[in-house]
């Protein structure tokens, strides 16, 4: 079935530095690509939508600038976060697409997640 | 817009016994409906799907939902469970057509010996 590698499963910045998530779809070509977060004991908060080529698309309420998001292949999404703060501090979760070209495609597949944690 | 309610927020249940986790929806069109599992710091892995025919879904781990649309429902259901059912479940849906998954509040599972 449909793997997504997600990568780190956990790192640890100081405040102001920027931090990189890299998220994988293994052996499928992933058009769409998502970004939550989750706090903890909560459901997930979709940050935004990306699509192989173009720019993401931001939930409101989501800063751009701080949350980069880049999707230059169709197995390959990053998220960046710029100068973290410890409010950043989250569970980031992607998430990948591909229908097949119809209804029994894979749907959607989540990668393992990632702590990062803002000292 | 879609939107996906989680009745119980935790669910208690002893070992070898029973359990619904309910689930209900609101859309103006057709749906595609999945319950998710998550443990402890991992991502969400897939227990099940509707996308269309029979509305009784079988799953993993002995997990079956039934999709009723009058009732707008996909309630998850396990004859018996086991200590390592313990976990946050979810359910989600997206309309046929749409990119957005959209969430459930989550429902904790918690398996007493």
């Known amino acids: 079935g449909a793997v997504v590698s997600q990568h780190p499963s956990w790192v640890i910045c100081k405040s102001g530095t920027s931090v990189k998530i890299e998220c994988r779809s293994l052996d499928f070509q992933a058009t769409t690509m998502f970004w939550y977060r989750q706090f903890p004991k909560q459901s997930l908060m979709l940050m935004a939508t990306s699509n192989e080529g173009s720019k993401a698309t931001y939930e409101q309420g989501v800063e751009k600038d701080k949350f980069l998001i880049n999707h230059a292949s169709l197995t390959l999404s990053t998220l960046t976060v710029t100068s973290a703060h410890p409010e950043d501090s989250s569970f980031y979760i992607c998430?990948?697409?591909?229908w097949g070209g119809g209804a029994l495609g894979y749907g959607y597949t989540f990668g393992s997640g990632t702590r990062l944690t803002v000292v | 817009a879609q939107s996906v309610t989680q009745l119980d927020s935790q669910v208690p249940v002893f070992e070898e016994a029973p359990v619904e986790l309910r689930c209900n929806y609101s859309?103006?069109?057709?749906?595609?409906l999945f319950w998710y599992v998550q443990y402890p710091n991992q991502g969400l892995q897939l227990l099940l799907k509707?996308?269309?025919?029979?509305?009784l879904v079988k799953g993993i781990n002995g997990f079956e939902a039934e999709f009723n649309k009058s009732q707008t429902s996909f309630h998850l259901r396990k004859p018996s469970v086991h200590i390592s059912d313990t976990a946050e479940y979810f359910c989600?849906?997206?309309?046929?057509?749409?990119?957005?998954?959209?969430f459930g509040q989550g429902t904790r599972l918690t398996i007493n010996p």
């Open positions: 989600a849906v997206t309309e046929q057509g749409a990119q957005k998954l959209v």
């Open positions: 859309s103006s069109v057709s749906v595609y």
């Open positions: 998430s990948a697409r591909d």
């Open positions: 509707y996308l269309s025919g029979s509305t």
